[in-house]
């Protein structure tokens, strides 16, 4: 049972604040939706947590550590992974060696890693593209090969970056169904999601950020009816699809 | 896995063939040419380990080359080493600097990079061309042995630096064969696709990064001690020459980089094609042997941007379609 | 399935290239004697190397054939004591690398079987080509490169006929010395100016070694990058020094860009002395009046020809064949293959044991040279030329004229050095 | 002495920076690397060498109609070649112009032989005083032809329709061509200009130095260094290298030594990119 712990993180740059004393925590076997407009930060966020960049001020506690300005892949090695809203993969490998780079991490022998990586492969449903180069995969298939880069590297978090967006409803079913299933094998996940049917059932608590500030947290469907969240972010027609 | 054992096979027959080859071509031009085209081959494969496997292109070989060429010339001419021992000095000395020069080389991407490795390789050429202990600009000349194994000389036939640089590229192709199935190798091509994803990994780059660099100068530096010995003669304008920085990175390019064989067979087409161009034409002086080396680039470039490999690879293809239609026929 | 095609590619390849070999398999019979000859003739120093090969095709010419000039194998055709064969040249081209000057040289050697090699130029190239003549054991006889490190490595088949930059240092501080005397002044101060390279670092090692010897006090020591593209804080740095005497060791592009840089910086010693690319026929050419009262060290000037006729007669012929008259650069290249003539017709074979042995006995006369040497005759040990000398040359009149030493000047030398507007 | 160091080196730095900014242009638009600008540089001063033997035209005077027949040849080598490569792989786009560069140097050397030429009476011949430093005339010209020529690229990219194209283009290719921008005939125009560049630089220079087949390498080298201290694609960058360059040549020449002043020029280069990855002024991707 591991827990990360977000206390006070801030991040400027120049004179723009674009995360402002944020704090917040996630555990184990638990969703934590992330949501707020274009420019709320939430994407910096994730990199403040994943040591792409370094905290302003703050700390970011796991499992009893403070990783706070720790590099990326130590980060990755003790168990927090991401993905990246404009997606990132290595175009000229296959899916498979995409996978195995991940993979690598905790199983440095070549088969074991291979054989990690085509499991991973067969849990996202992607083991057909496995030989394909990924510069030739469609949109969709890329973000979902993004995240099977991640899961290779065993995380006890992951954080998904708009992994969503793009996909027609039934792909977004088959995406939702990983994510609890994901739930379920005990990770800790942060989604960061436009696609309001997608997030609002599987999250157990919603965050929103506005201007790099956190303006609400809670429920998804305590979210829904914040006035505040209304008038930042949500606007009155996804206020009416979410009252279920 | 039945394509690697092919693989495997049809490098045994090649290296058989390069076993045999000298003793055919005895002429010592010819054996001029097969120690080169060894050379550049390994040279090639060092470039690539860290050019076109981790995507840090180097444009200033010839610094590690330079000062592998000097470590083992310093070690016979000021200390009485044997020049074997001084072939392993040369690697680790090239291979230590390289790492503590990769240390701030390893925060420049792409270009910057690749000029950054310019004026690397210009640098040490200076410091060598004013370091009057290792004889400043007038270089050193390393004594005229009996030719031996033992010596790291031969004089009646140039069969044993062919031997000596065949035996470094098998050693060299090995390593990258396992290396390219291994993390090592899949760590520094995540990191050329993109390092953001790498460390998202848990590749830590800058350790994998430098490690490219290191060993590519290893084997580049112990190269510089074979051309060392077979020149018997150092100096900083010929071993730090810029031009040979350049013909590395062609070589593998040429051949096709980031491939196991690209800069064997970039090695094997454009040395001899250089060497044998001048001896041609080079006499009347006009330039046309360059000329023709230059356009051979050119068109290179224009049409096959992925090297002789990329050729080899859509051969490949066409054969196995005609095959496939031979079968549905 | 598609590495099966790399197969096909490997022995494609490989056939390409055996294809390639193929014409350098036969080698003609001999039916003349051939000698081989290596010079840059592409890269920074073409044009210094095309100029040397014109003289060394010019000595063949009279080697080969009838002149009627008093001079030795000009009467005659070919070798006399072989029949009358003629000499055959067999042509490498350096590009000014260590690396490629020692495959050609091996490639000539082995290839065109010659029984003799001179040449290379620069001193650097020289120590590889000479290396490769030492291990396939051919005579290789030297007469345009001085770095005085390539005769200390004791040689068996390396003959160098040109002085060494030692003396040519020391016969430079010599001239200024007679100069002083004769002009009473007292010039102290010396800047010596040199390229970084091979050649250059040993000439400067030299000068300061006959500086301290003869007195002068070394008020600027300065070296620079070989093709340079901007020498202002060069020439800047020598301003400040104030040197009565500057003497620059460089080859031809760096001598016409200091020369300009110089002039435009109003840089003016009482003597100016260069070597090696001031010689070149280019550099006149390239900075016209501004080379006007340098003096160059050279081993050879038209101005011989007072005490030696048969001079003129050279240079003419040179003249038809080539618009120009013969730089002192030629007539050092030209000196070579005489030696060569001369060793191979003593010791009536081509073999090159013999052709050794008979170079070791070399005694030409002054006469037997267009140079300024007082003959050729070499050191058993360091196989040196003992009879060498250098001259020194005055650009006057945009011509090379002799100066010192005083009794072989043709002119007087002209003093003390000023630019010309 | 401080004095005459800064003005030679800036003029020098001018002069560098006449070579690089068209090095800079090919970059920014095309992507380019162009390890040929110092050999287009040498055919310009052989081109200008040629007018003023034959039609007694005089380098400084003739610069726009050498910077014309530059761009004419820039065109067709657009067309010829890098049109081509432009798809290629990153090695492939940057090795395609070192073959051209031995190509082109080995070319001068077969038409024109290695032979030395100058031109001789140029009519910016000489030095004169300001005060108590020298300047040398040549230098001083194409020092201005230098600020001249980058003002009219400053003019070029900001005032004019294809200019701010050419502009769109280096900052985003796609957006560019989904706007309907003409690809192919701003790319044409971008190397063209940018080889007007070097013809202007190698008429400038062609007025007070050598000319030879070799002449070029050092100044490509040096620009390129220019251009990558400035930061790649940006013009102004690579004059602003330029002239630090000069600077440090010509100061670190007179108080280090003239032997390490190349070797200090790289070394800069080295720590300013450690320090600014992208350069002193450089934007977008590697």
Known sequence: MSELVVKNVTKRFG???????VSFSVKSGEILGLIGPNGAGKTTLFSCLTGFHRPDAGSVVFEGRDIAGWSPNNICSIGIARTFQVVQILQGMTVLENVQVGA????????????????????????????????????????????????????????????????????????????????????????????????????????????????????????????RVISAYLGDKYVKRCKV | MANNKRFIYTLLIVLGIAIVLPLVLKARFQQHILVLVMLYAVLGEAWNIMAGYAGMVSIGQAAFFGIGAYVSTILFVKFQVNPWIGFIAAGLVTAAFATVIGLPFSRLRGRYFAIGTIALGQMIKVVFENWPWVGGATGMIIDMKKGSFWNFQFHASKTGYYYIALGMLVFVVVYIYIMERSKMGFYFKAIRENEDVATGLGVNKTKYKLLAIAISAGITGMCGTILAQYQLYVEPAYMFDHTISVTIALIAVFGGSGNIIGPILGSVILMPISELTRAWMGSSGSGIDLMIYGVFIVLMCVFEPDGLMGIARKAGRRLEARREKEVAA | MKKNSLVVRMVLALMMVAVLFVPMMGSAAPATIKIGTIYPLTGANATTGADCMSGVEMALDIINNSYDIDFPFAKTVGIPNLGGAKLELVVGDSRGDATVGMAETERIITESKVCAFFGGYQSGVVKTTSMAAERLQIPYVLSDATSPTLTERGFQWFFRVIPHDGIQAKNALEMVNDIEKKEKVDLKKLAILWENTEWGASVAVELRKWAAHYGYKLVADISYVYKATDVSAEVLKLKAANPDIIVHAAYVSDAILFTQTMKAMKVAPKVFIGMAGYLDPNYVGTVGADAENIFVRGVYGLDLAVSKPYVAKINELYKKKYGRDMSPNAARSFTAPFVIADAINRAKSTKPEDIRKALLETNMPASALITAYDGVKFDPVTHDNTLAKSLYLQIQGGKLRVVWPFNLAAVPYSYPFAWGK | MILQLLTGGVLLGCVYGLVSMGLSLIYGVMGIVNFAHGALVMLAMYVSYWLNTYVSLDPVIGTPIIALIMFGFGMILYKLVIKRVLKGPFLARMLVTFGLSIFFINMAQFLWSPDYRNIQGAISKGTFMLGSVFIELPKLVASVGSLIVAALIYWFLRKTKTGLAIQAISIDRSAASLMGINLEKLNAIAFGIGIACAGAAGSLLASYYYIFPDVGTMFGLVALVAVALGGFGSTEGALIGAILIGIIETLGGFYIGPEYKYALIFLSYVLIVIVRPKGLMGWGAD
Do not use: W
């Open chain 1, 15 to 21: 004179g723009l604040t674009a995360v402002n004393d």
């Open chain 1, 104 to 227: 690598f991490l905790r199983y440095p022998g070549a088969a074991a890693a291979r054989d990690k990586a085509i499991k991973v492969l067969e849990k996202v449903g992607m083991s057909k593209r496995a030989p394909v180069k990924a510069v030739n995969l469609t949109l969709p298939e890329k973000k979902r090969l993004e995240v099977a880069m991640c899961l290779a590297t065993d995380p006890k978090v992951l954080m998904l970056d708009e992994s969503m967006a793009g996909l027609t409803p039934t792909e977004i079913q088959e995406a939702t169904s990983m994510l609890r299933q994901l739930r379920e094998d005990g990770l800790a996940l942060i989604v960061v999601e436009h696609v309001m049917e997608a997030i609002m059932p599987i999250s157990d608590r919603i965050m929103v950020l506005d201007s790099g500030a956190k303006i609400a947290e809670g429920t998804p469907r305590e979210i829904a009816s914040n006035e």
